[in-house]
């Protein structure tokens, strides 16, 4: 018999709209942006959900393994809602944790590059990952302390990661950049995460793509900076990076938008017609490649708060919610990693976005 979605979603609605009522409020990080120390900062958060941080600095002295304490919760947030959930979003819920579990996998094999393709010894990195199971069984130790990129591939045998490692290792090896392995990683993590999606309720699904295709949008917009200002790399490269099923930022338009001076005018006319309020903000002037890219992906940042504003003020009975307060709480754990970095590292007048 069909679960009516008031079943599935009334008693988890009620637990997350508490939750994302007590999620830091921006005056409060504002605040902690403004003490003169670390110290500080750990003081204004003791009253809070994260007052355990200060104990973690105490005992070690050490930023880093604060953010590992910041990981660990972050994870321990999805797994918590995923227990109320029917399976299909259940397993959605794992299809984002993966996200997780690909950037540990990305600092292990990193140590492994370092040591034998770069020579480093620098071994500082192996304490600031993650070595408990997040979805699939890696044994994270084995591949750090790994010989080859055989040897990797076999310790993740079973898991979809080890046919990525087999595709691009001689890659790796022959540019010493671990750069492609890393798109494939990210590549596969958008793919399984859109099945996942395909196998929702068609309402729970269409809400679920307008959010995924706007971090889509978010995540493309973030590689066209980096390749083209910072690595050089041709529009052929580059368009090989862009992730299918944006909203907005289709190949056409990275392509449009590489190549132009100008905000591309396919785009503007797509989020003027669907955001009228974001006008203003896409009128603004801007000079310089680097300078238009942020702008656009402030002006995507935006859309997605629009997206999110819509799902809090409707119909409450849906996997909306449940998708909002993993975005709400996600830039909540950003914003307290960039304040706490920006007083360790001695930046009083750093500053928050909204």
Request: aromatic share 10%.
């Amino acid at each position: 018999m069909k679960i009516s979605a008031l079943s599935k979603y009334a008693f988890i609605n009620a637990k997350l709209r508490a939750r994302i009522s007590k999620i830091l409020p921006d005056d409060l990080l504002q605040q902690i942006a403004k003490t003169s120390s670390l110290d500080e900062a750990f003081v204004l958060l003791r009253e809070t959900n994260f007052a355990d941080l200060e104990k973690t600095y105490s005992g070690t002295g050490d930023l880093k393994q604060v953010e590992l304490e910041l990981l660990k919760k972050q994870i321990e947030f999805y797994r918590d809602v995923r227990q109320y959930l029917d399976p299909s979003a259940g397993q959605l819920v794992d299809s984002l944790l993966i996200k997780y579990e690909i950037d540990n996998l990305k600092n292990a094999i990193r140590v492994y590059f370092n040591r034998n393709i770069h020579k480093s010894t620098d071994k500082t990195i192996v304490h600031y990952i993650l070595y408990e199971t997040i979805i699939q069984k890696i044994p994270v130790d084995l591949i750090i302390n790994a010989e080859s990129f055989d040897e990797i591939a076999g310790h993740c045998a079973g898991t979809p990661y080890s046919r990525i490692i087999d595709q691009y290792s001689q890659d790796v090896e022959t540019n010493s950049s671990l750069f492609r392995m890393e798109i494939a990683f990210d590549h596969f993590y958008y793919q399984n995460l859109i099945s996942s999606i395909n196998k929702l309720d068609p309402k729970d699904c269409n809400i679920t793509q307008r959010l995924i295709s706007v971090e889509i949008d978010l995540k493309n917009i973030s590689w066209v900076i980096r390749l083209k200002d910072f690595y050089d790399l041709t529009l052929k490269e580059v368009l090989a990076a862009v992730i299918p099923g944006g909203l907005n930022l289709n190949k056409a338009a990275v392509e449009e938008l590489y190549n132009a001076e100008n905000f591309p005018v396919a785009l503007q006319t797509s989020i003027k017609y669907q955001y009228p309020t974001l006008s203003s903000l896409m009128s603004s002037q801007t000079s310089g490649s680097t300078s238009r890219l942020l702008l656009i992906h402030q002006i995507l940042e935006e859309i997605r708060k629009e997206e999110t504003q819509k799902i809090l003020a409707g119909y409450p009975f849906n996997i909306g919610i449940v998708l909002v307060y993993f975005i709400l709480k996600d830039e909540e754990f950003r914003k307290i990693r960039k304040v706490l970095n920006a007083k360790h590292y001695g930046r009083t007048e750093e500053r928050l976005k909204a």
